[in-house]
């Protein structure tokens, strides 16, 4: 199952939709069995976004603003990340909340991503979230890497560093020397290119819990191709917390959970159907929603569903597949696979923190490992979110630049 939108917890500063619990929602995906609801109004429709959705090079004397043509907008949280650092700008909601817009000096900053993540309702009380990002102008063709994880976080043991460059890499050496990934205690990191854009790190194995890792992003005039230079000297952290690995076997209908090396439980699940089976392989969580509006028409499905309330949805791909809670399918858990590739939990209308989605979800951290067996689909691609570890490790080595090469 595909989908997306986030809440509080987040994986640091990867391109992706999201939707917070705050009331914070964004893209949208996912996957479950097929029921009609009565659909709000779409998030484009409903919710104004200026810059445009995904515009690059936008100026920096462009306004940003936030409106709905009806209705009230809830909440709106505006995320600027600059020099792999996330800043909240602060704002404030005008002419009755039908308008949100920054709050003291209305200017944007140079070589800048922003996330934007609205909830509205209409003239009807329906909700509507939307999810945007635009990226400013990077003036002189300078390069960024916007790095995941996030400064200062507490990650599991399957967390991969992953960096994403907003231009392309041609001299992919000069950029791969410019940056270092170590840990403590001491353990071999290797890098792996994913194309001309993407540049991963992660150890031999799952890091050993309590790992303190340092990214040095020393990117500053780097040439990276002709006339692109790097503006970024930064260096951050993150910790590695407990293990929790999960183990999902679809034909089962199960899924077992491995805390430090020990079965914690096992949990009846629901995976894809015989139509839209379950990607094999190893996932890590990249984003943790406390709700999400899941739509098949974002990830090829038309309109076979469209739920506006999926509780605790966890990312495992950037295609789409996630492990959530699921409150409308019956008593399939444990006995059929129903979903459109999704894993689904047994779950409540709004989410319980008692049931079993909402167990896991509390004891889950970005970075943990959930892999799925026994489905009849491919294994997962290992650019398809941090699907690195699907990689065997003289494989994973290979894809780093030669010295002096491109």
Same mark, same amino acid.
């Given at each position: 199952?595909?989908?997306?939108?986030?809440?509080?917890?987040?994986?640091?500063?990867?391109?992706?939709?999201?939707?917070?619990?705050?009331?914070? !929602?964004?893209?949208?995906?996912?996957?479950?069995?097929?029921?009609?609801?009565?659909?709000?109004?779409?998030?484009?429709?409903? !919710?104004?976004?200026?810059?445009?959705?995904?515009?690059?090079?936008?100026?920096?004397?462009?306004?940003?603003?936030?409106?709905?043509?009806?209705?009230?907008?809830?909440?709106?949280?505006?995320?600027?990340?600059?020099?792999?650092?996330?800043?909240?700008?602060?704002?404030?909601?005008? +002419?009755?909340?039908?308008?949100?817009?920054?709050?003291?000096?209305?200017?944007?900053?140079?070589?800048?991503?922003?996330?934007?993540?609205?909830?509205?309702?209409?003239? +009807?009380?329906?909700?509507?979230?939307?999810?945007?990002?635009?990226?400013?102008?990077?003036?002189?063709?300078?390069?960024?890497?916007?790095?995941?994880?996030?400064?200062?976080?507490?990650?599991?043991?399957?967390?991969?560093?992953?960096?994403?460059?907003?231009?392309? !890499?041609?001299?992919?050496?000069?950029?791969?020397?410019?940056?270092?990934?170590?840990?403590?205690?001491?353990?071999?990191?290797?890098?792996?290119?994913?194309?001309?854009?993407?540049?991963?790190?992660?150890?031999?194995?799952?890091?050993?819990?309590?790992?303190?890792?340092?990214?040095?992003?020393?990117?500053?005039?780097?040439?990276?191709?002709?006339?692109?230079?790097?503006?970024?000297?930064?260096?951050?952290?993150?910790?590695?917390?407990?293990?929790?690995?999960?183990?999902?076997?679809?034909?089962?209908?199960?899924?077992?959970?491995?805390?430090?090396?020990?079965?914690?439980?096992?949990?009846?699940?629901?995976?894809?159907?015989?139509?839209?089976?379950?990607?094999?392989?190893?996932?890590?969580?990249?984003?943790?929603?406390?709700?999400?509006?899941?739509?098949?028409?974002?990830?090829?499905? $038309?309109?076979?569903?469209? !739920?506006?309330?999926?509780? +605790?949805?966890?990312?495992?791909?950037?295609?789409?597949?996630?492990? +959530?809670?699921?409150?409308?399918? $019956?008593?399939?858990?444990?006995?059929?696979?129903?979903?459109?590739?999704?894993? $689904?939990?047994?779950?409540?209308?709004?989410?319980?923190?008692?049931?079993?989605?909402?167990?896991?979800?509390?004891?889950?951290?970005?970075?943990?490992?959930?892999?799925?067996?026994?489905?009849?689909?491919?294994?997962?691609?290992?650019?398809?979110?941090?699907?690195?570890?699907?990689?065997?490790?003289?494989?994973?080595?290979?894809?780093?630049?030669?010295?002096?090469?491109?």
């Amino acid at each position: 199952m595909r989908a997306a939108v986030r809440r509080a917890r987040h994986a640091g500063a990867t391109l992706g939709a999201v939707l917070t619990g705050a009331g914070l !929602i964004g893209a949208l995906a996912g996957c479950t069995s097929d029921t009609t609801f009565d659909k709000p109004p779409s998030a484009r429709e409903l !919710i104004r976004v200026t810059p445009d959705d995904r515009t690059k090079g936008v100026r920096t004397q462009q306004p940003l603003r936030v409106t709905v043509p009806e209705g009230r907008l809830q909440s709106v949280r505006v995320v600027e990340v600059r020099d792999a650092e996330e800043r909240a700008v602060p704002g404030r909601l005008e +002419h009755d909340a039908m308008r949100w817009r920054p709050a003291g000096r209305d200017r944007l900053a140079l070589a800048a991503q922003y996330r934007v993540d609205a909830v509205a309702v209409d003239g +009807h009380g329906r909700r509507v979230a939307r999810h945007t990002t635009f990226t400013t102008d990077v003036p002189d063709k300078r390069f960024i890497g916007y790095v995941t994880p996030e400064h200062r976080a507490r990650v599991g043991t399957g967390m991969i560093v992953r960096i994403a460059f907003n231009r392309r !890499i041609e001299n992919r050496a000069a950029v791969q020397r410019a940056i270092r990934v170590t840990a403590r205690p001491r353990v071999a990191i290797a890098p792996h290119w994913f194309g001309h854009d993407r540049l991963d790190f992660r150890p031999r194995r799952y890091w050993r819990p309590g790992t303190r890792v340092t990214v040095d992003l020393g990117l500053r005039d780097v040439r990276a191709a002709p006339g692109v230079y790097g503006r970024q000297d930064k260096t951050f952290t993150f910790t590695v917390g407990r293990s929790q690995v999960s183990v999902v076997d679809a034909a089962a209908h199960t899924m077992r959970v491995f805390r430090n090396g020990r079965l914690a439980e096992t949990v009846p699940i629901t995976a894809g159907a015989p139509t839209s089976t379950t990607y094999n392989g190893k996932m890590v969580v990249s984003e943790m929603l406390d709700v999400t509006r899941m739509d098949g028409r974002t990830v090829g499905f $038309g309109g076979e569903y469209d !739920i506006p309330d999926v509780p +605790h949805a966890i990312r495992l791909t950037d295609s789409g597949t996630f492990l +959530h809670g699921n409150y409308w399918s $019956g008593g399939v858990f444990g006995n059929s696979n129903v979903s459109h590739g999704c894993v $689904g939990l047994r779950d409540v209308k709004g989410g319980g923190s008692w049931t079993p989605a909402g167990r896991f979800f509390d004891r889950t951290l970005i970075g943990d490992v959930v892999e799925v067996r026994n489905s009849a689909d491919k294994k997962v691609a290992a650019d398809n979110g941090l699907g690195g570890w699907n990689m065997d490790w003289k494989r994973w080595r290979a894809g780093g630049a030669r010295a002096g090469g491109a």
